[in-house]
C-alpha cells in the first residue's frame, strides 16, 4: 500500500524502508524531482515524464554534503505535502539485477537527511504535461508505485522556509563537493522545461539567481 504521508508521520531522518516493502513492488520505480531529473547516474531501462499529486517542491532542504558544507549549507528540494499540487518529474525503471546497486547508491546519495517512501506516480498519454492534477487529464493516465526519497521538516538538515530574495542569495553563495548550488538549481529548471512541467518556485528561483549574476 502507499504510504499517505498527510496521515502517517514520518521517519525523523534518513529512514530506509524495510527491504521487504520494496521487493513487493511489482516493478521498482524510482521517481526523482531534483537532482535525480536531470542527474540519475545509475541504471535504469526505461524513463519516462511523471507528476506525483498531493505534493508541491520547495528548495527548504539544507545541503552539507552535496552542494554546500556544515558551516555554509546549500539549499536543494524536497518535497511537502498541499492537496492542491503537483510535482512534475522524472521516473525511472530499474531492472532486477541493477535493483540492489541502484539502492545501495541511492541510500549514500541521499544519505543527507531524506527518507524512502512509496507513493502512486502517474504517467500521462501524449506527454500531456499542461494537467495540474491526474483528474484533470483527458488521456486517463496510467499509474504505478515508485520510491522516492523525501527530506521531512523533522531531519537535521531541513532549513524550511524563507524569502525568496534570502533563498536565492544562499544558492548562490553555496558551493559543496558535488559543485555549485546554482548548478543544481539551473540544472533543475532546465530539465523540467524539457518535459514541459511548470514550477513557479523553482522558475522564480531560477529568475533571481541570474540576477544576481549580473554585475551591477
Not at 16 to 31: G, H, K, R, S
Not at 194 to 216: G, T
Request: proline share 8%; aromatic share 10%.
Amino acid at each position: 500500500q502507499s504510504i499517505n504521508l498527510l496521515m502517517e508521520p514520518l521517519p525523523e531522518t534518513a529512514d530506509v524502508l524495510p527491504p521487504e516493502t520494496i521487493n513487493a513492488l511489482q516493478e521498482l520505480w524510482i521517481f526523482g524531482y531534483g537532482s535525480l531529473v536531470w542527474r540519475p547516474a545509475f541504471d535504469h531501462d526505461l524513463k519516462k515524464p511523471a507528476f506525483l499529486k498531493g505534493f508541491k517542491r520547495r528548495f527548504w532542504q539544507g545541503s552539507r554534503d552535496h552542494r554546500g558544507t556544515d558551516k555554509n549549507p546549500g539549499r536543494v528540494v524536497t518535497l511537502l505535502p498541499d492537496l492542491d499540487e503537483v510535482t512534475w518529474g522524472m521516473a525511472y525503471r530499474v531492472s532486477p539485477s541493477s535493483r540492489d546497486d541502484v539502492l545501495e547508491y541511492l541510500d549514500v546519495r541521499e544519505k543527507g537527511g531524506y527518507s524512502q517512501v512509496i507513493v502512486d506516480i502517474f504517467f500521462p498519454q501524449n506527454h500531456c504535461n499542461h494537467c495540474k492534477a491526474p483528474s484533470d487529464c483527458p488521456q486517463n493516465p496510467t499509474s504505478v508505485q515508485a520510491l522516492v526519497y523525501i527530506a521531512t521538516e523533522r531531519n537535521i538538515a531541513y532549513l524550511g522556509p524563507n524569502s525568496m530574495d534570502k533563498i536565492a542569495t544562499q544558492i548562490f553563495h553555496s558551493h559543496g563537493p558535488s559543485g555549485a548550488n546554482t548548478e543544481y538549481l539551473l540544472n533543475l529548471a532546465k530539465g523540467l522545461r524539457a518535459i514541459n512541467a511548470d514550477d513557479p518556485h523553482v522558475f522564480e528561483l531560477e529568475q533571481r539567481v541570474k540576477l544576481l549574476s549580473v554585475p551591477s
